[in-house]
Every structure is written in C-alpha cells, then in structure tokens.
C-alpha cells in the first residue's frame, strides 16, 4: 500500500516553497479585504474606524435595484420553483425558456437580432474575443478599456493595436497602417475609472469606411445613459445604433440591473456563430434560473424609465455642488475626483470615511500612475441630504490640502 503524505512528514523546504511564492506588496499598494455589509445605501465596514456605518457612494447599482421588491421576489419566487443552481451548461440540461425570454426581451429592448446570457461580463469578454479573433484578426482598442477585453484580446492570440484614450484619429491613423481581412474595433461604452465615454457615432463611421466589426462594451451605460422617455428607459450610449450589422454589444446585469450575469446583442447570423465556439458559455454552468427571473423585473423596471430620471437629477445636484473642485469631467453616475499619488487618495478616501461616507481609492494598477484618483458613484436612491453632505465634507478635504 503506498503511504499518503501528510503534512507531518512534508519535506522541510515544502512551506516556504508557498510562502515565498509572492514578493510582498508594499503595504499602500495592498487590497484590502476587511469585510462589509450591504443595506440599501448604508454599508456597515468592520475595519476598526468609526463610524461603523457609512452612506455608500461606491455601489455601482445604480438604479438601487438589487433591493427594489419587484426583483427580489422574482428571485425568491423562482427559487421555489426551479431551486437554486442550474445544475449544469446550457448545452448539457440547462437551456430553460426563462433565458431565451430574457434574451428576446434585451435584444427587442436595445434594437438586435438577437442575445446570448453569460455568467458574468468578465466570462462575456474573455469569452466574446476568443471566440470572434485568431492570430489573423487584428484588433484595435482603447488604452483604458476593462481588463475583461484586455484579457479576451490575450487569449484570442489576435494583433492588438492599442490607441490613446479616446483618440478617434489616432484609431483612424491605426486603422490605415494595418490593413487586414478580419478587423475589430474594441471600446468600453461608459469607462469604469473615469466616468467618461466613446464617441458611438465616429465609431460606427470607422467600422463602416474600413469595414471592421466594433465591439462595444456598455457595462456602466445601459440602464443610466441615453434618452429617457416612457417608451424606452435609458438605453445606453449604442441607442442609435442597436441592429447595426457590424455591432456586438456586451452588457451586465451586475451594474445598474442590480444582479449577476452579462450578455452579448448582434445579429442572427453573428450570434449564432458566437453560441457554436464561446467557450466561457458553453463549458461553465448556466446562470442560476432565479437570477434570469429577477433580470426580466429589472428590465421592466428600467424601461418605467423613473429611476434613470432620479439618477440623473442626482449626477446634476451633484455636480452643479462640486464645481470647482479637481473632479474629472462627467456626466455618467462615476464621478471621479482626482487625487495624484495613491497615499493621497487614501488619505482622502479615510478622512471620508471617518466622516461617514465610503468612497474607495483607486490605484495603480487599476488607474494609471499619478491619477489615484476617489471613485465616487451616485445612485438614484442617494438622497438630497446625502449629496449636499459629500459635497461639504470634498470641499473641506481639498481646502485642507490647498491651505
Ligand atoms: C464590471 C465590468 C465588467 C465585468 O462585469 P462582471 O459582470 O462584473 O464580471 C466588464 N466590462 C466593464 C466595462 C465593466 O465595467
């Protein structure tokens, strides 16, 4: 019989082989884990500072939908129906009608053809671009676009030409030097870090004078940006162009639909492409039934269209206060205000906290170096009061630095 090694008689040097795996991360550069919880627009930190309860200004569930009723009794209900795990892919045993519905309804809301559920954006992106690219594809992307569509362009093996931040002429320029069969342009809609976004409509004009696919990912704008009306809800910053043949759109329900999961809106024949090779969909267990369920609530509720109207009043009343201070220009609910250096935003992003409001500080890697900047982000359901006391408490802490 051979013997089974346990940690008792484990070679000497087989800890410190794990220990030793990592270089230490300076202690400002660590992320931190310290635990919270979540209620409404309150988070309660466990991190030995005071208040232990903070009003939240860094949720990006925008339209405060992940606790609206309508969606959490869709959950709990379907939960009863159909328990909790789906049990296996879509492919094996898991393709309930629930998902096509929800699929029908994103894809008839936003203009295309048709939608395809992943589990997450993270899994959408990896997914989308190593199912669209190989070593003969080459793409051209924003320098800030999301790590999920850096990531994707990694594993896809495809030519990657990265354009300055927003520089459509430098993308045209970019676009001229590497002619290919098989081209793909790749932007975030609204950007995560800096509130800012792509400009949709010179996009589109470059996919169709050079004939490229573009893909948008509009993770933070669906739901927040676009025309607001009773028709339509906000639809995002692709609103004119949803059913455009050479558009693939990627959204998530993690952001303003208060849940978990992404999906991906194109045409027909491009979408069903996309199902037969996408392997983050076909090879991982399909979203849990409830959370379909919960989605087609939030969907509705978008489209009521009040909570996007809310949210806006709230992105104005907040910036018509703020006026003056070193915030990045934004009309999205990401508000960011610059900081430099990271010891800076921490300390920014402490004395907030101690003053009863959480907005984490965000560092390099996630931001470039020197623009550690404080991710504020508004929700429809901040009230007026929250805003005005923010807003004090940002003057106060830039008069201190200034003085
Ligand atoms: C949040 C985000 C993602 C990742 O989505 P998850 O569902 O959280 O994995 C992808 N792209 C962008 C632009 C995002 O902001």
């Known amino acids: 019989m051979t013997a089974i090694m346990s940690f008792d008689n484990r070679q000497n040097d087989a800890t410190s082989v794990a220990d030793s795996w990592f270089d230490a991360t300076p202690e400002h550069l660590q992320r931190r884990f310290s635990g919270s919880t979540q209620q409404q627009l309150m988070i309660h930190l466990?991190?030995?500072?005071?208040?232990?309860?903070?009003?939240?200004?860094?949720?990006?569930?925008?339209?405060?939908?992940?606790f609206h009723p309508d969606v959490t009794t869709a959950a709990i209900t379907a939960i009863g129906h159909w328990g909790l795990g789906s049990g296996s892919s879509r492919m094996v045993a898991a393709d309930d009608p629930t998902f096509h519905l929800l699929e029908q309804e994103l894809a008839a809301?936003?203009?295309?053809?048709?939608?395809?559920?992943?589990?997450?954006?993270?899994?959408?992106?990896?997914?989308?671009?190593?199912?669209?690219?190989?070593?003969?594809?080459?793409?051209?992307?924003?320098?800030?676009?999301?790590?999920?569509?850096?990531?994707?362009?990694?594993?896809?093996?495809?030519?990657?030409?990265?354009?300055?931040?927003?520089?459509?002429?430098?993308?045209?320029?970019?676009?001229i030097k590497h002619p290919a069969q098989?081209?793909?342009?790749?932007?975030?809609?609204?950007?995560?870090?800096?509130?800012?976004?792509?400009?949709?409509?010179?996009?589109?004009?470059?996919?169709?004078?050079?004939?490229?696919?573009?893909?948008?990912?509009?993770?933070?704008?669906?739901?927040?940006?676009?025309?607001?009306?009773?028709?339509?809800?906000?639809?995002?910053?692709?609103?004119?162009?949803?059913?455009?043949?050479?558009?693939?759109?990627?959204?998530?329900?993690?952001?303003?639909?208060?849940?978990?999961?992404?999906?991906?809106?194109?045409?027909?024949?491009?979408?069903?492409?996309?199902?037969?090779?996408?392997?983050?969909?076909?090879?991982?267990?399909?979203?849990?039934?409830?959370m379909a369920a919960a989605m087609r609530e939030s969907l509705k509720l978008i489209q009521q269209s009040d909570l996007s109207k809310q949210l806006h009043q709230n992105i104005r009343l907040f910036k018509s206060l703020t006026q003056g201070l070193p915030k990045m220009d934004s009309d999205s609910p990401i508000?960011?205000?610059?900081?430099?250096?990271?010891?800076?935003?921490?300390?920014?992003?402490?004395?907030?906290?101690?003053?009863?409001?959480?907005?984490p500080a965000i560092r390099p890697p996630t931001v470039p170096k020197g623009t550690s900047r404080l991710r504020i982000t508004l929700c429809a359901n901040h009230e007026a009061s929250h805003i005005h006391g923010l807003a004090d408490a940002l003057k106060q802490l830039t008069r201190e630095t200034t003085a």
């Open 46 to 66: 466990k991190d030995g500072l005071q208040p232990e309860s903070c009003v939240n200004f860094s949720s990006n569930d925008y339209l405060g939908l992940r």
């Open 335 to 359: 508000q960011p205000l610059m900081a430099g250096d990271e010891n800076a935003a921490l300390s920014y992003s402490r004395k907030l906290r101690e003053m009863g409001f959480y907005v």
């Open 182 to 290: 098989r081209r793909m342009i790749v932007s975030d809609g609204v950007f995560s870090m800096d509130g800012d976004y792509c400009a949709i409509d010179r996009l589109i004009q470059l996919a169709e004078r050079y004939q490229t696919l573009l893909l948008i990912d509009d993770a933070h704008g669906i739901g927040v940006m676009g025309t607001i009306d009773e028709t339509c809800g906000a639809r995002g910053l692709t609103e004119n162009y949803g059913g455009h043949p050479q558009l693939i759109e990627v959204g998530t329900f993690g952001k303003a639909f208060g849940g978990y999961g992404a999906f991906i809106l194109g045409s027909d024949r491009l979408m069903h492409g996309i199902r037969q090779r996408m392997r983050t969909m076909i090879y991982s267990t399909a979203m849990p039934l409830a």
């Open 109 to 175: 809301w936003k203009g295309y053809q048709s939608g395809l559920l992943v589990g997450s954006g993270m899994l959408a992106n990896i997914g989308l671009i190593q199912a669209l690219a190989d070593r003969s594809t080459h793409i051209f992307a924003d320098k800030l676009n999301h790590a999920s569509l850096i990531d994707g362009m990694r594993l896809s093996t495809a030519h990657v030409h990265r354009y300055p931040h927003l520089d459509i002429d430098k993308l045209e320029a970019l676009l």
